[in-house]
């Protein structure tokens, strides 16, 4: 491709973005729009027309009725007011599906990790698992925290990350209520004349399956239809240093990256992602330097072997593990170059 070729198709990616790109008060009336499903029946707030209650003691499951909250209590039970989760997180979760630059990775992911640039698959039940995370917003209270230098900080500013991208396991999948979240996806889609339009549901996991929300989403053709010349040019990106972008393979890691990338440089919180660090979540990246075993653990340790921006402290980490156990951690990745 020639150098004009090039600059034609930046300068329409750059034009692209920008359309999408929402301003705080956009992103806040989006946000409202935002569809919240019965823990139980996964019955919406849409349909049942008016807002759903939720759990008062943990703040986070949502019921239509007293009798789902009854029904779904033998399994919420097990989770319910030990899990330490933020009231904040899902508000920040709608946030980020209200966010159409942030959303366009995640449908990304679902079109790689299906292969919905062979087929379709609009008559199928697409589901994954996305793994999120509160993170110091600065690199260096991450590292302090991750090596375990502490922080002398009273309050430690905190953001949204999210850590993995896991395609449906078999008793995941299998699951009624979400099959039938998807199912009225589907049917509100199909009253659109949006037939064309790929339907998955992403069930969005905190602290190892502590806080999950089923969203569905729709996958627009459109977006199959850019793909390609995407995935032949690489995925461009902040860098994490302002004003810097990096371009790596288009795989659904750098797509997770890039939401991660977006989210950390905008230092002025517009995208409304950002909230204030609290013990557990510090205790977690902490507890993550030095046992390499939890299931917490070695979800974040992948991210940070292969995230452009935690290169040289995840390289301090392995060294030090290293010189004191003989071994590095299992599940480690090279980071990919830019």
């Not at 933020?86 to 292969?115: D, G, Y």
């Not at 996991?205 to 996958?219: E, G, H, N, T, W």
């Not at 977006?223 to 288009?250: C, V």
């Amino acid at each position: 491709m020639s150098s004009s070729a090039n600059d034609s198709t930046t300068n329409a990616d750059d034009f692209l973005f920008q359309h999408l790109k929402l301003s705080s008060k956009e992103i806040r009336s989006k946000r409202k729009d935002y569809t919240t499903s019965c823990s139980s029946c996964f019955t919406s707030n849409e349909d049942l027309g008016r807002p759903l209650r939720r759990c008062s003691k943990c703040q986070v499951a949502s019921y239509c009725s007293t009798e789902c909250q009854t029904r779904h209590w033998p399994e919420h039970k097990k989770t319910c007011g030990e899990t330490d989760v933020p009231k904040l997180m899902p508000k920040l979760v709608r946030t980020l599906i209200s966010n159409p630059i942030l959303l366009l990775q995640l449908q990304s992911c679902f079109v790689l990790a299906c292969n919905l640039l062979q087929h379709a698959r609009c008559d199928e039940f697409l589901f994954a698992r996305l793994d999120v995370a509160i993170e110091p917003a600065s690199i260096v209270d991450f590292a302090d925290i991750f090596l375990g230098k502490g922080t002398s900080k009273t309050t430690v500013p905190g953001m949204l990350q999210v850590n993995a991208f896991v395609s449906a396991t078999e008793p995941e999948i299998s699951s009624p209520q979400r099959r039938a979240l998807w199912q009225d996806e589907r049917t509100k889609a199909d009253a659109d004349g949006l037939h064309a339009h790929v339907v998955a549901v992403v069930g969005i996991v905190y602290a190892d399956a502590q806080m999950a929300l089923s969203v569905p989403l729709r996958i627009p053709p459109e977006l199959m239809k850019l793909m390609p010349e995407w995935i032949s040019r690489g995925l461009k990106m902040p860098s994490g240093i302002p004003g810097e972008t990096i371009t790596l393979p288009y795989s659904i890691e750098n797509c997770l990256q890039c939401i991660n990338a977006h989210i950390r440089v905008d230092t002025r919180n517009k995208m409304l992602l950002r909230t204030e660090m609290r013990p557990p979540e510090m205790k977690y990246i902490r507890d993550a330097g030095t046992n390499t075993r939890s299931g917490p653990a070695i979800i974040l340790h992948d991210k940070i072997a292969r995230e452009y921006i935690y290169a040289s402290i995840y390289q301090t980490f392995l060294e030090r593990r290293k010189k004191f156990t003989g071994v590095a951690p299992p599940n480690t990745r090279k980071v990919e170059a830019g």
